[in-house]
C-alpha cells in the first residue's frame, strides 16, 4: 500500500511538474515575472529562491515585497500546483514584466503551455513504450501496422461469464492460460478446439495471474447451450506490440491523438448521459488504479501516466473558470470587445470556479472513499 501511494505521488508529482513547468518557461520567455512556482495548493509549506547569486530557505507564508526573482515552494495540499505570474488576475497595470502588459500571443501561449507539456509527455512516455512493446489484443486475421513486431504471444481470458464453471471454479478476467492439462498448446483456436474436446470433463487451467502461477480445476458442462461454451470463457490473443525507435514516435503521435479522440468522446457521453458523480474518479480512485497498474507491470505504469497527462491537458483546456482553457477564453472574450475586461469580474468568475473545482475534489473523494 505504501509502495502503491509513493508511485501515485510520483506520478502526480511529474504531471504537474511538466505542466507548471510549460506555464513558467514560456512567461519567462515572455519577459513576465514569475513571483512562484509551486507544486501543491497553498497554505506554503516552505520553498527557496536565489538572490545575489545564492539559494536562500523561506518558511511558511512569509513574503519578501522586494524581492525581484522567483519562489520555488512546496505548498499542504500534494494534489495540483500552480504558477503565479505577477498580472495574471488583472494587477499591477504599471509594471511591464505584468502578465497583463503583455501580447495577447504572449498571454495565450503562457497560458497553452501546460497543456502543450501535458501532450508532448503523453506523447513521449507511449512512443518510449512502443520500443520494448505495449501490450495488446491481437487479431491473426488482421495485417500488423508498418514496422510492428508482436513480442511475447499469449492467450488471456478477457471475460468469464457469472455463474458458468470457470466462475465458480475461480478463474478471473486477465488470468494468462500457460498450459491446458499440463499441456502447451501453441495458439487460442488450439486451446478452444482442446476446451470443446472435453466437454463435461474436468479441465486443469495452469496460468498466471499477478506474476503467480496456479492451477485451477474446471468441471466444464457435457452439454453447453447455444453460442455458449463448456467453461463460460472469453479468451483473447494478446501480444506486446513493439515498433523501431526511429518509427514509435510517429506511432506514439498516432495513439495519443486516437486516446484524445476517445477522452473527448467520454465527455461528451458523460454530460449528455447526466451521470454525475458515479462516473467520475478522484486521487483515491486514481491512487486504487495505480495499484492495479502496479501489479501488472512497469510498461503499464508508463501507459498509465501517458493516459493520465492526457486527461489532465484535456480538462485544463475545457472553457471552465479557473482552468487554463477558462482564461484563454476571457483573453478571446478581450480580443473581440477590443478592450480589456473587468478585473474584478474576471477574478470573481475565476475564483468561483476554483472554488467549485475544490467543491467536486471533495465530493468526488468521498464518493471514492464510500465505495471503495
Same mark, same amino acid.
Given at each position: @500500500?505504501?509502495?502503491?501511494? +509513493? ?10 511538474? %511538466? ?12 519577459? @513576465? ?8 495548493f ?25 524581492? !525581484? ?12 500546483g ?5 498580472? !495574471? ?17 504572449k498571454r ?10 501535458? %501532450? ?64 502447451i ?30 492451477? %485451477?480445476?474446471?468441471?466444464? +458442462? ?11 470463457? !472469453? ?7 513493439s515498433?523501431?525507435?526511429?518509427y ?18 467520454g ?13 467520475v ?31 489532465l491537458?484535456i ?30 469580474? !474576471? ?6 470556479g476554483?472554488? +467549485?473545482?475544490?467543491? +467536486? ?12
Amino acid at each position: @500500500m505504501i509502495i502503491t501511494i +509513493l508511485i501515485f505521488l510520483i506520478i502526480l508529482a511529474v504531471l504537474i511538474f %511538466v505542466h507548471e513547468f510549460g506555464h513558467f518557461w514560456v512567461a519567462k520567455r515572455s519577459g @513576465m515575472k514569475v513571483e512562484e512556482f509551486g507544486f501543491g495548493f497553498p497554505p506554503r509549506l516552505g520553498g527557496v529562491y536565489k538572490i545575489h547569486g545564492k539559494w536562500k530557505l523561506i518558511w511558511g507564508q512569509k513574503s519578501l515585497p522586494d524581492f !525581484e526573482g522567483t519562489i520555488y515552494s512546496i505548498n499542504a495540499i500534494p494534489l495540483g500546483g500552480f504558477v503565479r505570474i505577477l498580472g !495574471e488576475n488583472n494587477e499591477d497595470p504599471g509594471n511591464p514584466s505584468s502578465f497583463i502588459n503583455q501580447t495577447a500571443w504572449k498571454r495565450f501561449f503562457t497560458l497553452a503551455a501546460g497543456v502543450l507539456m501535458n %501532450v508532448i509527455l503523453a506523447w513521449v512516455l507511449i512512443s518510449a513504450a512502443y520500443i520494448p512493446g505495449l501490450p495488446t489484443a491481437v487479431d491473426p486475421t488482421v495485417a500488423l501496422p508498418h514496422h510492428a513486431i508482436i513480442k511475447t504471444p499469449q492467450v488471456a481470458i478477457v471475460d468469464v461469464i457469472p455463474g458458468e464453471p470457470a466462475e465458480k471454479a475461480g478463474l478471473e478476467p486477465g488470468d494468462i492460460i500457460l498450459k491446458v492439462n499440463g499441456v502447451i498448446l501453441p495458439d487460442i483456436t488450439a486451446i478452444q478446439n482442446f476446451i470443446d474436446s472435453e466437454k463435461g470433463q474436468t479441465i486443469d487451467f495452469t496460468i498466471e495471474r499477478l506474476n503467480q502461477t496456479m492451477d %485451477v480445476k474446471v468441471k466444464s +458442462l457435457a452439454n453447453p447451450g447455444p453460442g455458449q461454451g463448456p467453461t463460460g470463457i !472469453e479468451l483473447a490473443s494478446l501480444g506486446k506490440l513493439s515498433f523501431p525507435w526511429y518509427y514509435a514516435p510517429i506511432v506514439g503521435a498516432e495513439t495519443v491523438y486516437q486516446q484524445a479522440i476517445g477522452i473527448f468522446s467520454g465527455l461528451y457521453q458523460l454530460i449528455s448521459t447526466k451521470a454525475g458523480l458515479s462516473a467520475v474518479g478522484g486521487p483515491v480512485k486514481i491512487a486504487e488504479l495505480t495499484g492495479q497498474v502496479r501489479d501488472l507491470g512497469f510498461v503499464y505504469l508508463v501507459q498509465f501516466a501517458a493516459f493520465l497527462s492526457l486527461n489532465l491537458a484535456i480538462l485544463n483546456i475545457l472553457p471552465f473558470p479557473a482552468l487554463d482553457g477558462g482564461r484563454i477564453l476571457f483573453l478571446v472574450i478581450e480580443k473581440i470587445r477590443r478592450k480589456r475586461n473587468n478585473p474584478a469580474v !474576471e477574478q470573481f468568475v475565476n475564483t468561483i470556479g476554483f472554488v +467549485l473545482l475544490l467543491v +467536486l475534489m471533495v465530493a468526488v473523494t468521498i464518493k471514492d472513499i464510500i465505495h471503495k
